[in-house]
């Protein structure tokens, strides 16, 4: 039986899972109301960030089970403990979700990169895990710099 994680572990799992869920909800709710002269590809990578963040979110909950942790996904665990800016309701100019998008996921992988410190040697597997997560938003987030001519 493996060893119980230490809570810095758990920690940062827990937090990523609750940045994720918000970021996967945030980005399909744009996806829905994104308007502007950039529509249609701007809301194709919206479906992109989607499908990736929701696989992500997965990953880490499971990882944190595997580990004899307890995820927690509720609406209201992750409305009171995300860390991603909110997003505005109704229509959304697409030069706004561009850079909204941009800064969420880099500000998202940002802080699973500050979960690295320390957890690589306790569980290597996890920051495995976590860094590759946090290539993937930081891909998606260069994407959207990309777009609006910010490379």
């Known amino acids: 039986?493996?060893?119980?994680?230490?809570?810095?572990?758990?920690?940062?799992?827990?937090?990523?899972?609750?940045?994720?869920?918000?970021?996967?909800?945030?980005?399909?709710?744009?996806?829905?109301?994104?308007?502007?002269?950039?529509?249609?590809?701007?809301?194709?990578?919206?479906?992109?960030?989607?499908?990736?963040?929701r696989l992500a979110s997965d990953d880490v909950a499971e990882r944190l089970v595997a580990i004899g942790g307890e995820p927690d996904g509720r609406a209201a665990t992750v409305a009171s403990s995300s860390k991603v800016d909110a997003l505005s309701g109704g229509r959304l100019a697409d030069d706004k979700v561009i850079r909204q998008f941009e800064e969420r996921l880099q500000a998202t992988a940002d802080r699973i990169k500050g979960h690295l410190d320390g957890i690589e040697e306790e569980d290597p597997l996890t920051h495995d895990l976590l860094v590759g997560i946090a290539t993937g938003l930081e891909k998606q987030a260069w994407m959207f710099r990309a777009s609006a001519g910010e490379v």
């Open 1 to 53: 039986m493996a060893a119980k994680p230490s809570e810095k572990v758990v920690a940062s799992l827990q937090e990523s899972l609750v940045d994720l869920i918000d970021l996967s909800l945030q980005a399909k709710q744009a996806h829905w109301n994104v308007y502007g002269s950039h529509f249609r590809s701007v809301h194709l990578q919206l479906d992109e960030v989607t499908d990736e963040v």
